[in-house]
Nanobody, 117 residues
Framework: QVQLVESGGGLVQAGGSLRVSCAAS????????MGWYRQAPGKERELVAQ?????????ADSVKGRFAISRDNAKNTVTVYLQMNSLKPEDTAVYYC?????????WGQGTQVTVSS
């Protein structure tokens, strides 16, 4: 089992910055990659950014150059950060942390990010 606890998020004006964090615990050795997805009202959940266990990163085209994903490995916890800069109203969504393992995936509870114009 893998447990994911998210923090951060909130309300920010357009052009501002925000950082969300996801702390993973449990069977960390089973995780192949971690990432952030988002889901806006009436839209499907989409991948925003991902970082593999080897450190490779990938981003949705809509956030390239504005968002950065990073990872901090501790003894019993892996924390993944999503630094969001130059935020736009269209970035408003619930952001979900995701951990991919061999047999499937784990999800965080979600954190709301709201960007006002």
């Amino acid at each position: 089992q893998v447990q994911l606890v998210e923090s951060g998020g909130g309300l920010v004006q357009a052009g501002g910055s925000l950082r969300v964090s996801c702390a993973a615990s449990g069977r960390l050795f089973t995780i192949n990659a971690m990432g952030w997805y988002r889901q806006a009202p009436g839209k499907e959940r989409e991948l925003v950014a991902q970082i593999t266990s080897g450190g490779s990163t990938s981003y949705a085209d809509s956030v390239k150059g504005r968002f950065a994903i990073s990872r901090d490995n501790a003894k019993n916890t892996v924390t993944v950060y999503l630094q969001m800069n130059s935020l736009k109203p269209e970035d408003t969504a619930v952001y979900y942390c995701n951990a991919q393992v061999i047999w499937g995936a784990y999800w965080g509870q979600g954190t709301q990010v709201t960007v006002s114009s």
